[in-house]
């Protein structure tokens, strides 16, 4: 009820900012279940079989960026891989979804702001920019609005950031994921046909463990993995050039256990995250950089893995 209030407003504009999304303590309350509870019902779920995966309207294939852990660089992936694929191909159609609801860093790192419209069906249009449709919830909610979503709510604000958004013609959706392995996960393996995701990780322990359980969830859903995305794989000391492995340098071991191909390496550069920060991408800002150019490599990547798919679903389709 509360996101049809926040969707459609009359005048051909959305009406956000005429609704608080802050929900109170009371609410919160009733909506609370234990962790067991939860895990209950979420093994239940899975259990029951993965319902139809509906696509799409006009979008050719769906990419999500996710890690069980947060801070990692998904966001930052996921914003980059979406420009460079822009940069090596034109000629196609690429998109970005926020479906980061909780914590939407997309707008920021797009440099993208403003009330989005409705169009003629009724269909949020996506706001343009680098040449990608983006579609974030932070564009939907006031910045200082905190936002508690919990269940059915997250299901039904990725609904809205899906079918009720005006995405198509697509050649690719990169969807940026929020940390952890849960309702947004789930909701979108289950009602996407998700193409593959890309895991992103940094080298420590922590996020390796943290990382195997998000692989795991991947698995279960029957997304197919593209690969892994190391990031912050060490840092450069500016005065002598020596590599520093701060986070650790369990990558390989990790990736190797879970079966999974390290498709790019990222060292630590502060100009990465000034660029990001700044809602200017590395791709657009430093182009002739080692990481520009690694994006556009693992862009490439993504193109081929898509390729092969369809040319494999061609074949499968023959016979
Ligand atoms: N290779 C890098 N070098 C330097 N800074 C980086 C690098 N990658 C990411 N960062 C910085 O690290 C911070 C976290 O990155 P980002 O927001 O992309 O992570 P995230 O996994 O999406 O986080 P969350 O789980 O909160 O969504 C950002 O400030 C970003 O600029
Ligand atoms: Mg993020």
New binding site residues.
């Given amino acids: 009820m509360l996101l049809q209030k926040v969707f459609h407003g009359t005048n051909g504009k959305l009406l956000i900012s005429c609704v608080n999304p802050l929900i109170t303590c009371s609410s919160v309350a009733r909506l609370k279940h234990t962790q067991n509870e939860l895990n209950e019902h979420r093994a239940k779920v899975m259990g029951r079989g993965l319902p139809e995966r509906k696509p799409l309207p006009g979008v050719k294939s769906i990419i999500l960026v996710a890690?069980g852990?947060?801070?990692?660089?998904?966001?930052?992936?996921a914003v980059n891989l979406a420009c460079a694929m822009k940069v090596i191909e034109p000629d196609k159609e690429i998109g970005l979804l926020d479906a980061?609801v909780f914590?939407p860093?997309v707008p920021l790192?797009m440099n993208i702001s403003g009330e989005p419209m409705l169009n003629d069906d009724n269909l949020i249009e996506p706001l343009l920019n680098y040449g990608v449709k983006c579609m974030s919830m932070g564009l939907l909610v006031s910045g200082e609005n905190a936002v508690v979503w919990r269940g059915l709510m997250v299901m039904q604000a990725l609904e809205r950031l899906t079918r009720h958004v005006a995405w198509g013609p697509l050649d690719c959706l990169v969807v940026?994921t929020?940390?952890g392995t849960g309702d947004t996960h789930l909701s979108l393996a289950q009602n996407l046909p998700i193409d593959g995701a890309l895991v992103?990780t940094t080298p420590q322990s922590a996020a390796l463990q943290v990382t195997r359980r998000g692989v795991n969830m991947f698995e279960k859903l029957k997304v197919p993995l593209i690969g892994m995305v190391e990031?912050?794989s060490h840092a450069i000391c500016p005065k002598c050039g020596t590599k520093n492995f701060v986070f650790g340098n369990e990558t390989k071991k990790s990736a190797e256990q879970m079966r999974l191909e390290i498709i790019e390496s990222?060292?630590?550069?502060?100009n990465?995250?000034d660029c990001?920060?700044s809602g200017k991408p590395a791709i657009y800002a430093l182009p002739d950089s080692i990481?520009a150019e690694k994006y556009r490599q693992l862009a490439n990547k993504v193109f081929k893995y898509i390729e092969n798919k369809d040319n494999e679903q061609a074949n499968a389709k023959k016979q």
């Fill in positions: 890690s852990k947060g801070g990692v660089g998904k966001t930052t992936t980061d914590g860093s790192m940026d929020p940390p992103v990031n912050m990222f060292e630590v550069d502060q990465m995250s990001i920060n990481h």
